[in-house]
């Protein structure tokens, strides 16, 4: 089952930063952790993934702590089309399944 | 490039019935996978295929559902008798095979509502 925790909603106004948390206290030295987020009515989607270092693409930044328990997943200037629910999870690289857990519905409000 | 596609997007039958979900992967994606979300629970994982092969099937609920993939293309979840609890979302993900990160696609859903 899940092995992450998340707040279960956050607003964030409209070109600012969104920062949204995650516990992973239980995370193997193997797994990863990757953020994938549902826009309503739509199918999940792939935003990051990482190991211990952070990282960033042109969806977001992940910040991870140094004992890897916890990260954050930064979106830099949220829109409104970043409103959807966000998904922490963690996992082996080349794992099978992904186990969603409840997520963070995250509101941009303009 | 289309994406991951799901017919129908949208079912409503009644107890009892037979329903099929279809989902057409990404094309060259050896890795097929269904999950479903029910009324107020999380995206729970169904099964996983490797191409026409189920490698993992350990989330199928019971013996009601039954999927395939013959031919390792498209893949069906036919749902036989469908009780209510069986209302909800059904997602179908792709990914390429190999080691390494290979990013799960998903499609949009098929909402089955069973009445």
């Known amino acids: 089952d899940a092995k992450t925790t998340q707040p279960p909603s956050m607003d964030c106004a409209e070109g600012r930063a969104a920062n949204l948390p995650c516990n992973h206290s239980?995370?193997?030295?193997?797994?990863?952790v990757y953020w994938y987020r549902q826009i309503h009515s739509q199918g999940p989607q792939y935003i990051i993934h990482g190991l211990k270092n952070n990282e960033t693409n042109e969806m977001a930044s992940l910040i991870i702590t140094e004992d890897r328990k916890s990260s954050t997943l930064i979106l830099p200037h949220a829109t409104l089309r970043d409103t959807a629910v966000y998904y922490c999870?963690?996992?082996?690289?080349?794992?099978?399944?992904?186990?969603f857990g409840t997520g963070t519905s995250l509101t941009v409000i303009p | 490039e289309a994406g991951v596609t799901q017919f129908p997007s949208h079912s409503v039958i009644e107890k009892g019935q037979t329903v099929t979900l279809r989902c057409d992967p990404i094309?060259?994606?050896?890795?097929l996978y269904w999950y479903r979300r029910v009324m107020g629970k999380e995206i729970k994982f169904l099964l996983h295929?490797?191409?026409?092969?189920?490698?993992?099937e350990s989330g199928m609920p019971n013996n009601r559902f039954l999927a395939e993939r013959t031919g390792g293309t498209y893949s069906t979840l036919k749902v036989q008798p469908a009780e209510l609890e069986d209302s909800g979302v059904y997602f179908c993900a792709s990914s390429t095979l190999g080691t390494g990160f290979n990013e799960q696609y998903f499609g949009p859903g098929t909402r089955l509502t069973v009445t």
């Open positions: 094309s060259g994606h050896d890795n």
């Open positions: 239980t995370i193997s030295g193997n797994e990863y």
């Open positions: 295929f490797v191409k026409e092969s189920k490698q993992d």
């Open positions: 999870i963690v996992r082996v690289l080349t794992g099978n399944q992904f186990y």
